[in-house]
Structure formats: structure tokens, C-alpha cells
């Protein structure tokens, strides 16, 4: 199993605040990783200095062993990271099939870029009713499959996914965990998820950040027996505790 | 009835080279939020390269293209030169751009002197013609179907290009276009360049029009594209459409009876729709 990305002792600073000081882990090719931690520990942080929206003090992210040092977002988005950021991730002034299209590439592969959005209809029914629609009229569940199949139609070599379930219900939840499924084996995805019960579902890879830097990793189903670490840094309570259960 | 009538045709006419000034304004607010005074200079480089071309060459068409290369030659090394190093600086870009206007309105002294220069109109545009009480001047038919021309090009780009789209989703969340993989920079400098050869266009047409040049064109052309703008609404092109054809028609009116009332009346047109519509006719963020 070869690592499709590295991200090697990041540290990021924004204004005077170090808010990453030591990020290491690795997302192995064809598999669903998922960066955990309570509220501040410098996830969506580590996506946006991956993606070059800030510039590590420190460090260094390797696609495929290439450095992505000073290399601007859009150029990152094209070697093949495709990135769906937590909040305002869809333009909600354009059509479902404008957003869609906007990640497609240009009219030279027309073809190709059909196929891509016959596949999206298909894997995303609920959009295929709104297409011409402005995105903005859909709902906050459909507007995370829509931000979720823009990139997807881009076909990115690894997708990082900036916490989708939040503000979801629990029905929309379930749908969301059932897509990232359908994925799970097909795609690299790198899955930044407060909600432990979706990440425990979809994730093969767990990465732990607290305070700005990364304290464990490895296989999802260690940590699902690790209930110290999930107790330490995620905050999850061990009901027969709670409960007095001997 | 008919001076009525002639008034609010020459309205339209102004009103059309208005809009050239005011939809590259908007556009470039909408897309960078940048507030451009430098916009003026471009319509007076155009206007003076449009007479230049002209008198030189005595080919029209030369003279337009002229004038809108200029200023989107112009466009480009400001956007590049100086725009870019202060994009998240808002005090910074004003004095910049006032900078721009004052230097480079100074700097076309120097060959052109202070004093008007002639524009004529060519002779293929020159006719008018007497219908009734109404005169219909071919020159001002022209100016107005360039700008319908230029506002249907600038739809047909924003809804039938990838261009268009681009800069529509730019407008909403310049980031997210950069997470699409489109290098939303470029489409800065062309969206810079656009404008600024639409106020080169403007300024080309402008000389003919009112039948000469002068170096305080751009500075008075620019108070009336702002007006427009903030009376269209910041970032709209429709808005920029009807702000401009309601100048255009009040200023020729108010001209036309108290000449010396013209400015004002374009600044109570603003005022009334604002207390009205605080955003302006057609609000904020719409591109088209």
C-alpha cells in the first residue's frame, strides 16, 4: 500500500499564533483516512496549509514524493488534490450544473467531461432533480453531496473533505456515510470528522491532532479499541464509567 | 414634443458611452472589489489615441482599436505594476489608483498640451437627418448600438463562456475558484484588461462625439461612472445599464434647460434611488 501523500512536521502560523507546530502523518493510496480531534486542534488548518492557502512556517506536504512547497492552490488542485472546503463550498449564485462544470476541464475534453457528469447524475439522484436549479435553493445535506461531486468530477488522485456532516441531520449523515462508502477503495481521501460515529463507519486510516500537532495514527480499528485515546482526545465518554457499571 | 423627443435620444447616446465607462467600473468592483479611480484615465488615453489614430491614419476603425488597446495596455500594467501588491489593501488601492489618474492624466500633457484638440467625425458617420421636428444624428445612432453591442457581447461572455462562468463564481467566493483549479489571478488581469479597454472604447468614441479632447475628460467622465455605478448597484451590469440610460437621459434634459444644473441632477437621480434602494437598483455581488 504506497502513500499517496506525506505531510511531514508542519508548522503554520497565523498572525502571531502558532496554530500548527508539528503535523506528521501519511494518507495511503485508495483509502479513506480520517484526521480526528476536538474543536481547535489545527485540522482544517492542516487541509488549508495543504492546499497552499497558507504558508507553512515549517515542514513539508509530498504528493506522490513532490514536494508541494510555495506551488499555488490551483496548480495543487491540478496535480490531482481536490479539496472540499467545511463552510462555503458551493457557488450558491450558479446552477448545479454550472458548479459542476466549473470543475471540469475545458472544452478539449468535452467527451470525457460528459461522461464525468452522466456518472454524477447517476451516483448523486437528489442533484440530477435540481440541475439547473441555483445551487443556493438546495438543501444543506444536497449541498454537501454537490460540493462533493464537483470535485469528484475533476477526477482528483486524493480528495480532502473538511468535515461534511456538520449541520447535517442524522438522516443526511447516514446518506453522506453511504456515498463516502461507495467510495471507500476507489478514491484516497483524506476526512477531517467531529462526528466519531461517521468517521469510525468510513475510515480505514485514523490520524489524532491535539493542540496543533498530530498524536497518533494507524489503523481505524485501533483507535475503535484505544478508548483511553478516544477518552483523551476526543472527549468521548466511556459509558459503563458514566454509569457506574462495574 | 419633438425637442423632448431629441433630448431623450442624445440622452440614450450619452447614456450608451456612460455604460462602456461604468460596466468595466462595475465589472472590475464586482470581481477584485476594487473601487478603480484610474478608470478615467483609461476613457481619456483612449480618447486621445482615438484622435491620434485618427488624424494620423484617417481610418475609424484604426482609431477604435487604438483607443481600446490603449486602454487595456494601460489595464494591464496597472493591474500587474500596482494593483496586485495591494489587492487586500483597500486605502492602499484608492490612493494608488488617484495616484494612476493624476500621474498619467499629467504625463498626456506633455505631448498633447493643456488646451481641447479637435475630434471630427468620419464621414461615413456623419450624416443626420431631419424627421419632423426630430433630428436623428447618425453619430449618436452609432454610439448607441455600440453600447448595445458591447452589453449583449459582455451577456453572451458572463452566461455562454467559461470565462463567463469563471468570473461569475468569482464574484461569489474568489477562493473556492482557486480549489476549482482555475487560476483566479489571471482572470483578474483579464477582467482589469476588459474594463479598462471598455473605457478605452468609451474614450475612443467620446472624442467624435462631443467633438474634441481634453485632458479633464477623464476626470469628469469617472464622477459620472461612479454615480452610475452606485446607482446601479456595485458589481451590476443591468445595473450599470439603467443607471447609465437614467443619467444619460436626466443630464441631456437638465442640460438642455439649466446647463449649468447637469452634474447635479445625475447626483439627486443617485441620491433618490439610494434613499429608496440603500444597495442601489439591482443590489450588490450580481454580475448580469
Avoid at chain 1, 52 to 69: A, H, I, K, T
Avoid at chain 2, 48 to 70: D, K, M, R, S
Wanted: aromatic share 8%.
Amino acid at each position: 500500500m504506497e502513500n499517496l501523500l506525506e505531510v511531514d512536521s508542519l508548522a503554520t502560523d497565523i498572525g502571531q499564533f502558532h496554530i500548527l507546530t508539528g503535523v506528521s502523518f501519511t494518507v495511503p493510496e485508495q483509502q479513506i483516512t480520517v484526521l480526528l480531534g476536538r474543536n481547535g486542534a489545527g485540522k482544517t488548518t492542516t487541509l488549508r496549509t495543504m492546499m497552499g492557502y497558507l504558508p507553512p512556517r515549517s515542514g513539508q506536504v509530498r504528493l506522490r514524493g513532490e514536494s508541494l512547497q510555495s506551488v499555488p492552490t490551483w496548480q495543487i488542485v491540478r496535480k490531482g488534490v481536490g479539496y472540499v472546503p467545511e463552510d462555503a463550498n458551493i457557488f450558491a449564485n450558479l446552477s448545479v450544473a454550472e458548479n459542476l462544470s466549473l470543475s471540469l476541464p475545458g472544452r478539449h475534453h468535452r467527451n470525457s467531461s460528459n461522461l464525468a457528469l452522466t456518472q454524477v447524475q447517476e451516483q448523486f439522484p437528489d442533484l440530477r432533480e435540481h440541475w439547473q436549479k441555483p445551487a443556493g435553493v438546495l438543501s444543506g445535506g444536497q449541498r454537501q453531496m454537490l460540493a462533493i461531486a464537483c470535485v469528484l468530477v475533476g477526477g482528483p488522485a486524493v480528495m480532502l473533505i473538511d468535515e461534511p456532516s456538520k449541520g447535517l441531520s442524522p438522516l443526511f449523515v447516514e446518506r453522506l456515510g453511504d456515498v463516502l462508502l461507495t467510495l471507500q477503495g476507489s478514491t484516497t481521501i483524506l476526512l477531517v470528522e467531529q462526528n466519531f460515529y461517521l468517521a469510525s463507519r468510513v475510515g480505514q486510516q485514523y490520524v489524532l491532532m491535539d493542540d496543533g500537532k498530530t498524536v497518533a495514527a494507524g489503523p481505524m480499528h485501533e483507535l475503535l479499541a484505544a478508548l483511553d485515546l478516544q477518552q483523551r482526545y476526543l472527549g468521548i465518554r466511556i459509558l459503563s464509567e458514566e454509569m457506574n457499571i462495574p | 414634443m419633438s425637442v423632448v423627443v431629441t433630448l431623450i435620444f442624445n440622452g440614450l447616446a450619452n447614456g450608451a458611452l456612460y455604460f462602456l465607462m461604468s460596466a468595466g467600473l462595475t465589472l472590475i468592483f464586482g470581481l477584485l472589489r476594487v473601487i478603480n479611480f484610474a478608470h478615467g484615465v483609461f476613457y481619456l488615453w483612449g480618447a486621445y489615441a482615438g484622435v491620434f489614430l485618427y488624424n494620423e491614419f484617417h481610418n475609424f476603425l484604426l482609431a477604435i482599436l487604438g483607443g481600446v488597446i490603449t486602454g487595456a495596455a494601460l489595464g494591464l500594467l496597472t493591474e500587474r505594476g500596482l494593483m496586485a501588491k495591494v489587492y487586500q489593501d483597500p486605502t492602499r488601492q484608492l490612493l494608488l489608483t488617484m495616484g494612476v489618474l493624476l500621474v498619467l492624466t499629467e504625463l498626456l500633457k506633455i505631448p498633447f498640451g493643456r488646451d481641447p484638440a479637435g475630434a471630427t467625425i468620419p464621414s461615413m458617420l456623419a450624416k443626420s437627418w431631419l424627421l419632423g421636428h426630430f433630428v436623428l444624428v447618425e453619430y449618436q445612432v452609432f454610439t448607441l448600438g455600440m453600447g448595445i453591442l458591447v452589453y449583449v457581447g459582455l451577456l453572451l461572455l458572463l452566461h455562454r463562456t467559461r470565462l463567463g462562468l469563471v468570473i461569475r463564481a468569482g464574484v461569489a467566493n474568489p477562493d473556492l475558484v482557486l480549489a476549482r483549479g482555475v487560476p483566479i489571478r489571471r482572470i483578474f488581469t483579464a477582467m482589469f484588461m476588459l474594463g479598462a479597454g471598455l473605457a478605452g472604447l468609451a474614450g475612443a468614441l467620446a472624442g467624435p462625439y462631443y467633438g474634441s479632447v481634453t485632458p479633464d475628460m477623464g476626470m469628469n467622465m469617472q464622477l459620472n461612472a461612479f454615480i452610475i455605478v452606485v446607482l446601479g448597484g456595485l458589481g451590476s451590469l443591468n445595473g450599470s445599464v439603467l443607471g447609465s440610460l437614467l443619467i444619460g437621459v436626466a443630464t441631456a434634459v437638465v442640460g438642455y434647460y439649466a446647463p449649468s444644473l447637469a452634474v447635479l441632477a445625475a447626483v439627486l437621480v443617485m441620491a433618490m434611488v439610494l434613499v429608496v434602494r440603500p444597495a442601489g437598483l439591482f443590489g450588490e455581488k450580481e454580475v448580469a
